[in-house]
């Protein structure tokens, strides 16, 4: 067992790291975060970290750089402080997409990030349901994948759907929509997409019988829901019957208002891992990640399996 367990927060999503420290009764660890005059940020540990097992709850949300920026001072602040150990808890990983050099001269960012975290003293990272698994690649230090699959699959599992069948918006999403359908005893179909620029993308085919089903899109994230959009209309004239949505990560950023109050869906149903805005919270269902980031964060001080937690639905894959 480590010394003292601690929990810190930038500002990127202050309730959620609030909601962990009561489940696992502590309180939020004193931290002053401002700015100068100058635009530069300030950072500041109220209360001493000597030697104490430090967690940092900072999901990438708007205004992602701000919020990267302030977890790499807080992570650089807790270190010259001595924690014994920091790890930076990042639900959603920033610019998890830019994951790979799938142009000439471009960056990978999703790299660079892992970089400057580990650079600053970062050394574990937990996160929850990345982009693409490789990401812990990027990293030479632990990297604890959770996974958001058992909270989704728990609420799916109450509704009565008619013939089911679980839909992967993309063929990277296949073997996804297969744990769901595994777990839902349900079959499953994918989407041939295709991205066709920035933030659009094009449904080509539907491989899979969807036709006077009830269906469950499941994605790790919504960003701007054009492809959620493109993907319910095909399906729709592919003679679908209710359409519900799953996913990890609500971004929610660009059109989303105009593409969510246009979608012919049941629900959309997503997790806590960003902050949801106040004006879309009626449009979707938001279910609280904040005892399996409680329960992960008390393994990790205490030494205990974290595969465990998720092996009956996922057999093992996370
Ligand atoms: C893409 O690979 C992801 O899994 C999501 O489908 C994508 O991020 C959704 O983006 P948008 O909501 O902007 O279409």
Redesign the pocket.
């Known amino acids: 067992m480590r010394n003292e367990l601690k929990i810190f927060s930038g500002q990127a999503h202050v309730s959620l790291a609030e909601d962990i420290c009561k489940k696992l009764d502590l309180s939020l660890g004193v931290a002053h975060i401002s700015r100068f005059s100058n635009d530069n940020l300030f950072v500041s540990i109220e209360e001493s970290v000597r030697d104490a097992d430090v967690f940092v709850v900072q999901p990438s949300c708007y205004p992602v750089d701000t919020g990267l920026m302030e977890l790499l001072l807080l992570i650089d602040a807790l270190k010259r402080a001595s924690a014994g150990r920091i790890s930076a808890v990042v639900p959603y990983y920033p610019y998890a ?1 830019s994951d790979k050099k799938d142009q000439p001269r471009i960056p990978i960012t999703a790299r660079l990030v892992g970089d400057l975290l580990t650079t600053a003293g970062a050394q574990r990272i937990v996160t929850i349901d990345l ?1 693409a698994p490789q990401i812990q690649g990027f990293f030479s230090i632990p990297v604890d994948h959770l996974t958001a699959i058992p909270i989704l699959l728990d609420y799916f599992k109450k509704k009565e759907f008619y013939d089911l069948v679980v839909v992967s ?2 063929a ?2 296949a073997k996804l929509a297969e744990l769901y359908s595994r777990n839902l005893n349900a079959p499953y179909a994918i989407l041939d997409k295709r991205r066709c620029g920035i ?1 659009r ?1 094009q449904v080509r085919n539907v491989i899979g019988d969807v036709r006077d089903r009830d269906l469950l899109i499941i ?10 959009r493109e993907s319910v209309g095909v399906l729709k004239e592919h003679g679908a019957r209710d359409i519900y949505v799953g996913c990890t990560h609500p ?1 929610f ?2 059109s989303i208002k105009e593409n969510l109050f246009q979608l012919d869906i049941v629900e959309l149903v997503v997790t806590n891992t960003v902050p949801v805005s106040q004006d879309l919270q009626d449009k979707v269902k938001v279910l609280s990640v904040a005892s399996l980031l409680a329960e992960a964060i008390k393994r990790i001080h205490s030494g205990g399996s974290i595969s465990q937690l998720f092996h009956q639905e996922t057999g093992g894959m996370m």
């Open positions: 997409r982009h918006p993309d990277g999403g933030d993308a994605d790790d994230e919504i960003s701007t829901a054009g492809s959620l971004i950023s660009g």
